[in-house]
């Protein structure tokens, strides 16, 4: 995370829609689509104030109700006479971080101390709008709001990475958005949002897209859309893996109070000292388990509850926030029939801002006039899903995972091969862990014996294969030594041109007005690609003491063999005619799962051993 309404409404919008729809727009739209608003507002006259929301929680436990510091950002003619739809940033990022170090326990041979942290630099008291959001839409007759999470910048309370009072503090902006909260400003005299409709869209990236995901679980009332892009929804599945510890990608050993600590920035912070004490006990880095502790911050569970329609944005290349995390937001939307759509880039933990700008501005503009004012843009009315399958390579499709897709079953037979269908069962075969070498280096050659992993690799493939959706593995294997891990890597084998990460150039974009110091100008990006022989699909982790239940740990007697099934991450990948699918089967990722002691022997039972992948085309 440092790296982290059912059905179209039509509105009651104040003003006439004539005076901020003008006929056309700078970036297309789809033909037959109502284009997005103009800017017709002077964004250097735009009004900023700073408001503070009263929370119905004391979670630093001073006696008082928590407040959060919200700033905003509105055309000078808005008020009571002339109100407008919000768009709402929550971040417990605005006032910096704290360096805090990761748990030293990866290798289980260190302690959990932590040492003090240093606190961030604090600017929550200017009232500044980091980012494109301000720029665009302010002049678009938007009201931009940001607000710092609970325990963070000018909010009180304590950080809880995703725990119930952060949700209620970033409630209770839109609570005082529609009247229902109580607000002071910098006098302690009462504020009120008499300018705007309540109306409200939530929108962000990594813990800011998170956010979002947390309020729309409840229900509130006026959260009308959220725009998560690489948010989370189970923390569980963020910092655990089916009972294991496991770590975001580049961040061995961070937790949640690993992170707590990292974004208390609000004054006073020893107040929170205790609630930092209690997230570092009941996270439980011993056990792994999914507990009462992951249940609070797990939004998949109030899927149900969501009134606010959703674009749903993932980087396919993310390692931080997986993309699991989005696929099972998705599926539980799907589930609860909640009016979305989904964007599925190339690139890693970032905004498709990065990507793809001028269709992202236009796309962002439509979906808030659609959702925010109650204009029909015609945008619900266009395909699902954009995906985009290799650098700057997209496609549409109508639902997603994209039609045509079934679940396929491949067997892991003997001598390596992954085959199409059922199997006999057939032979014991075995290798040893080895935690020193990462998964990048023995999935590199899955044609050549390695004493440290199993490869199973299908024949070349005579037509594109794509996969799109949640890979599951079953093995029927046993462990004899100190890791509890099994591991199992997707590996599309067969040169190509793909993604190897994203550069700014020189050029810029300017994508509204700006003011000293914040022009509204941005660095323009582009992929950076590189050929290579193979590379790693998608991966996915079992502690297998958690065969039974994320929830139960139930000890693993050395030698016997046992059934083990899990999902590997959500993903959509086109395999070129030629390639191989391939399956790497480890005990620990060195980069993701704790470090036992090497020497773990794995027994693996081909035939009875298989996967199942969501693929169009059948992998033939």
Request: aromatic fraction near 8%; hydrophobic fraction near 35%; charge should be neutral.
């Amino acid at each position: 995370m440092r790296s982290v309404l059912r059905g179209v409404r039509l509105l009651a919008v104040s003003v006439s829609i004539a005076t901020i729809l003008p006929a056309t727009v700078a970036a297309a739209a789809a033909p037959g689509a109502t284009p997005g608003t103009q800017p017709v507002y002077d964004y250097t006259q735009a009004i900023r104030e700073q408001v503070w929301v009263q929370v119905p929680t004391d979670s630093d436990n001073d006696g008082q109700p928590d407040r959060v510091a919200v700033r905003i950002i509105r055309p000078r003619e808005s008020g009571p006479d002339l109100k407008v739809p919000v768009i709402f940033q929550a971040s417990p990022y605005y006032a910096g971080l704290n360096d805090v170090p990761n748990h030293d326990d990866v290798d289980r041979d260190g302690s959990d101390a932590l040492r003090s942290a240093d606190p961030g630099t604090d600017r929550a008291e200017s009232i500044v709008f980091s980012g494109y959001l301000d720029n665009y839409f302010v002049p678009r007759g938007y009201a931009v709001v940001f607000a710092d999470s609970l325990g963070s910048g000018g909010s009180t309370g304590c950080p809880t990475s995703g725990g119930r009072n952060e949700t209620l503090g970033m409630k209770a902006v839109v609570d005082w958005l529609n009247g229902r909260a109580r607000g002071v400003d910098a006098t302690g005299a009462a504020a009120r949002a008499s300018w705007s409709t309540g109306h409200t869209g939530m929108i962000g990236v990594s813990y800011n897209g998170t956010l979002p995901n947390a309020v729309a679980a409840t229900g509130v009332r006026g959260l009308d859309t959220i725009v998560p892009i690489a948010g989370i929804s189970s923390w569980y599945d963020y910092y655990r893996a089916n009972g294991g510890v496991v770590a975001p990608g580049g961040y061995q050993g961070e937790d949640t109070d690993v992170l707590a600590k990292a974004v208390l920035t609000r004054e006073n912070p020893e107040v929170c000292a205790d609630v930092m004490t209690r997230i570092e006990q009941d996270q439980d880095r011993v056990t792994g388990d999914y507990s009462r502790f992951w249940a609070e911050r797990d939004y998949v569970r109030d899927a149900g509850k969501v009134r606010a329609s959703v674009l749903l944005v993932h980087g396919l290349h993310d390692d931080n926030v997986r993309t699991g995390q989005a696929g099972q937001w998705w599926d539980a939307l799907a589930r609860n029939r909640v009016p979305r759509k989904i964007w599925l880039h190339q690139a890693g933990h970032t905004d498709p801002f990065n990507v793809r700008r001028d269709v992202w501005l236009n796309t962002l503009n439509r979906w808030f006039d659609q959702w925010l004012r109650g204009v029909d843009t015609g945008i619900m009315n266009e395909p699902i899903a954009d995906v985009e399958v290799a650098p700057n390579v997209w496609r549409t499709s109508r639902t997603w995972p994209v039609p045509g897709t079934k679940a396929t079953t491949f067997s892991l037979t003997g001598s390596g091969a992954l085959t199409r269908g059922p199997a006999r069962p057939g032979a014991r075969e075995s290798f040893v862990d080895n935690p020193s070498r990462t998964a990048e280096d023995l999935a590199a050659d899955g044609t050549v014996a390695d004493p440290n992993r199993l490869a199973y690799l299908s024949q070349p493939l005579i037509r594109e294969t794509r996969l799109s959706g949640t890979p599951t593995i079953t093995l029927r294997a046993d462990l004899a030594g100190k890791s509890p891990y099994l591991t199992a890597l997707l590996v599309d084998y067969g040169t190509a041109d793909r993604y190897a990460g994203l550069r700014s150039l020189p050029t810029q974009d300017c994508v509204g007005p700006g003011i000293p110091g914040d022009p509204g100008c941005f660095a323009q990006r582009e992929y950076v690609t590189t050929s290579t022989p193979s590379e790693i699909v998608t991966r996915g982790w079992l502690d297998t003491r958690n065969r039974r239940s994320p929830s139960v740990t139930t000890a693993v007697q050395p030698g016997k063999p046992y059934t083990f099934t899990w999902d590997l991450q959500t993903e959509d990948h086109v395999f070129a005619p030629g390639h191989r699918i391939g399956v790497i089967i480890l005990s620990t990722e060195r980069d993701h799962t704790l470090r036992y002691p090497a020497g773990t022997q794995v027994g693996v039972r081909t035939g009875v051993s298989s996967v199942v992948l969501p693929l169009v085309n059948g992998g033939r």
